[in-house]
């Protein structure tokens, strides 16, 4: 069984820079995607990005496309995301996952596991 601790979150002014890091241990995890979503306060676990096993695509929400970029290594079982020019909207506990089908992709909450225990992610105005 995969365990992923997510680390790196905190407060940080609008316009500002944070990189997550969600490091894996027990079996190995370079078969599968990793995906990266959020959740505010009052609202659902949304979908912020995604990394195919190999690391040769990767798939974002149009809230964070341009401005964050998920990246994985796999010799060190740690995805990745990093976040720029930050808004106080991206405020959220930040959690990492795995799919749960080797070599496929996808960005449904309910076909990820193995989740992390979060993150917060403070972003003031």
């Known amino acids: 069984q995969v365990q992923l601790v997510e680390s790196g979150g905190g407060l940080v002014q609008a316009g500002g820079s944070l990189r997550l890091s969600c490091a894996a241990s027990?079996?190995?995890?370079?078969?599968?995607?990793m995906g990266w979503f959020r959740q505010a306060p009052g609202k659902e676990r949304e979908f912020v990005a995604v990394?195919?096993?190999?690391?040769?695509?990767?798939y974002y929400a149009d809230s964070v496309k341009g401005r964050f970029a998920i990246s994985r290594d796999s010799a060190k079982n740690t995805v990745y995301l990093q976040m720029n020019s930050l808004k106080p909207e991206d405020t959220a506990v930040y959690y990492c996952a795995v799919y749960i089908y080797p070599y496929r992709s996808g960005t449904r909450p309910a076909d990820f596991g193995s989740w992390g225990q979060g993150t917060q992610v403070t972003v003031s105005s």
């Open positions: 990394i195919s096993w190999n690391g040769g695509s990767t």
């Open positions: 027990g079996r190995t995890f370079s078969s599968y995607a």
